[in-house]
């Protein structure tokens, strides 16, 4: 049977991309090729694990007419979700490329205050919503505590499933040994909770002393690694021509999770992830890889490994 994986998005955004010939200060700047993606850690989850023909469902908090438009946006690229109104009013994230220089600059609101009455709601929702797997994933938004993630996490699992957490700072460091499957922090995320030691070192730690069941660390150019308590595996990046780098690392987890949900083993999963992630870069705009590519770049690094 298909396992089915539910996400949650207590902060998510509208991602508009622009790209412009030349970005100079006090300058108007004309940009072209806009584009509007729903965005938020889970929500790109969602948005790969649809590409990738499964069975997912996006619960996300939603308020003001950008939270419409998010939730229009969703049912544009027929993603299930679950919006939970909120009083307040959706962020919107901007990225620009510049052409002349090749930088990419992203601007993020810190968005909206959620309650804990708004949590409680998302909550009930993930209740009602079958589900072998959850995927906790962004940023939290201000007004709910730090422990927020700890507090869901331990719930999730003690309900038997396999809780996913892709968070950074306190949030991640304070959800740590609460019953997660998986983490997937960067290599600076890593850094935040471990200084500058080496990343397999510490996501092998992690590991051992219980943190979470796996680690998984992106690496940016150097690839990724997946720590268990069988080990550390770790694989380069697969090569592509890079366009944008919005939603890659979601793109990563989302290919990874369902690879896990479906039996694969750690190595494997990784090579899943690391396609999706590179299929995610070589496209413009918010989490974007085909099914086609992802399964064309899974088979060029599992014959690099071989």
Not at 120 to 131: K, R, W, Y
Not at 271 to 279: H, N
Request: a negative charge.
């Amino acid at each position: 049977m298909t396992p089915r994986i539910l996400t949650l998005t207590l902060n998510p955004t509208i991602d508009t991309a622009f790209e412009a010939n030349q970005i100079e200060p006090f300058h108007k700047t004309r940009t072209f090729n806009e584009t509007h993606d729903p965005g938020g850690g889970g929500v790109n989850v969602s948005r790969v694990l649809h590409e990738c023909d499964a069975d997912t469902c996006a619960v996300v908090l939603a308020g003001g007419v950008t939270g419409a438009f998010l939730v229009e946006l969703l049912n544009g690229y027929a993603i299930p979700c679950r919006p939970i109104p909120i009083a307040g009013t959706t962020r919107i994230s901007t990225t620009v490329h510049d052409r002349s220089s090749g930088n990419e600059y992203r601007f993020v609101p810190e968005g909206p205050v959620v309650s804990e009455a708004e949590l409680a709601t998302a909550l009930a929702a993930l209740d009602s919503e079958p589900g072998d797997w959850i995927v906790l994933s962004g940023s939290l938004p201000r007004g709910l505590a730090v422990d927020t993630y700890a507090r869901i996490a331990e719930r999730e699992a003690a309900r038997g499933r396999h809780v996913v957490l892709d968070t950074s700072g306190d949030a991640l460091s304070a959800a740590l040994g609460h019953g997660l499957a998986l983490i997937k922090p960067s290599e600076r995320e890593l850094a935040h909770l471990a200084g500058d030691r080496p990343p397999a070192e510490v996501a092998a730690e992690l590991v051992r002393s219980g943190a979470a069941e796996r680690v998984a660390v992106t690496l940016g150019a150097n690839g990724a690694l997946i720590a268990t308590a069988a080990g550390v595996i770790q694989r380069p990046a697969i090569p592509v021509t890079a366009r944008g780098t919005v939603g890659a690392g979601d793109s990563f987890l989302a290919a990874m999770t369902l690879a896990l949900a479906t039996g694969s083993d750690a190595g494997d999963a990784l090579l899943w992830g690391l396609a999706a992630g590179a299929a995610a870069v070589s496209q413009t705009g918010t989490a974007h890889p085909s099914r086609t590519d992802v399964a064309a770049l899974y088979r060029r690094a599992r014959e690099a490994a071989s």
